[in-house]
């Protein structure tokens, strides 16, 4: 039976890898101080959009991230925009979202954005509060994030999202609360909230394997989460995903493409690639990016070809995220394989800790499941 593991869906990924300061806990490919590569970068991903082999398919979302793209300027962002234009079908409606640092772009910057085509901006506040925002190494304030929301309103994007951390160091219920507060007033459609993890190779992680980093307690953190869940679902948001929450109608439709283990296409450096099974890396390294693309040499670093289990288990992972869960039938189609068969003990344990629903038809999280989400997500490793 052959193995549909895209479900015909096509997103549009493109990796801008610069940022003015790599905050603290940032292990994402970032760099600070190579502004002197970025018009190479941007003639570059250009070439590299203009060489893909999936050139021509249709295309309904499109997302910039990073880094910060709006490190970049509004015409090096819209020359991207039209390569890719050029060589998918992107659909008159498509969803076509940037990241952006509140430090990093301005009223003038967002008009140009609009203008080019970019509907919907992602922008990176983390907290309401100079204090945290200080710890953390963000480089905007919290009155500059106001500003920024506001100029992006005053520029026509009529779809703008916020990215709120908690968990953060000396992050106190009641500075969880007041950035809540501010984000709820500022009437954004959509709100993102994360917790701060310790990544491999951070300043935070060497921090506070040091013992000096001051985290909230863990019960001070479930805290968070869960009054993120009840402040932002009593204001009229939907809690449609593990950490993101919507207005009616606008829920990342980029976003639900990977959740829902759909394809897609990453262009730029580090981005990574999903298509036909086989998953692979482009080359991290910028200036190594630019030469490669130049000297028209192969950007996979990494490649890997997924079977139907291991596909299968990561749909689930993925799915699982949703809080409307994932249907059964559909894996069933895709991958020839029966999920409550084929991980028949697993879904037995997660379900006999009361972490999971399971029906004939359905799994999903149960509200004990969301608090223990990465647990749950570990059992389903191949």
């Avoid at 954004?188 to 701060?196: C, D, F, N």
């Avoid at 950490?243 to 981005?271: D, I």
């Avoid at 910028?286 to 596909?311: F, H, M, Q």
């Amino acid at each position: 039976m052959p193995v549909d593991y895209g479900m015909n869906e096509l997103a549009l990924y493109v990796h801008v890898p610069f940022c003015v300061k790599k905050c603290a806990y940032c292990d994402f490919n970032a760099y600070s101080g190579l502004g002197d590569l970025a018009e190479g970068f941007v003639e570059a991903i250009c070439k590299e959009i203009e060489a893909s082999h999936e050139r021509g398919k249709p295309v309904e979302t499109c997302f910039f991230g990073g880094g910060t793209p709006t490190y970049l300027e509004a015409d090096q962002l819209a020359r991207i925009l039209t390569a890719l234009r050029s060589a998918f079908a992107v659909a008159h409606n498509a969803e076509i979202t940037s990241e952006a640092n509140p430090s990093t772009a301005d009223a003038e910057k967002f008009a140009a954005m609009r203008e080019a085509g970019f509907n919907r901006l992602s922008i990176g506040v983390q907290a309401f509060d100079d204090r945290l925002l200080a710890a953390v190494d963000r480089t905007h304030t919290a009155d500059e994030a106001e500003v920024a929301i506001r100029a992006a309103r005053t520029a026509g994007f009529e779809n703008i999202s916020l990215d709120l951390m908690f968990g953060l160091p000396t992050q106190t219920r009641e500075d969880w609360d007041a950035t809540l507060d501010s984000a709820i007033n500022l009437g954004t459609e959509h709100i993102s909230v994360y917790a701060l993890t310790l990544e491999p190779g951070t300043r935070f992680e060497r921090l506070h394997a040091g013992g000096k980093l001051n985290l909230p307690t863990e019960s001070d953190e479930l805290w968070m989460y869960e009054r993120a869940i009840e402040r932002l679902t009593e204001a009229g948001f939907e809690h449609y995903e593990v950490s993101n929450f919507a207005r009616p109608g606008f829920r990342a439709r980029h976003n639900l493409v990977y959740w829902r283990n759909g394809e897609y296409r990453g262009f730029g450096p580090g981005a990574v690639s999903y298509i036909a099974g086989r998953r692979w890396t482009n080359e991290k390294y910028p200036a190594r990016y630019n030469r490669k693309v130049r000297d028209e040499a192969d950007l996979a670093v990494e490649s890997e070809r997924l079977d139907p289990p291991a596909a299968l288990a990561e749909s689930l992972m993925l799915g699982l995220r949703l809080r409307e869960g994932i249907a059964l039938d559909p894996l069933r189609m895709r991958f020839g394989i029966d999920p409550l068969i084929h991980f028949e003990s697993t879904l037995q344990k997660l379900s006999s800790k009361g972490w999971l629903e399971v029906t004939t038809d359905r799994l999903r999280l149960t509200h004990q499941g969301l608090l223990f989400a990465n647990d749950v997500f570990l059992e389903l490793l191949p």
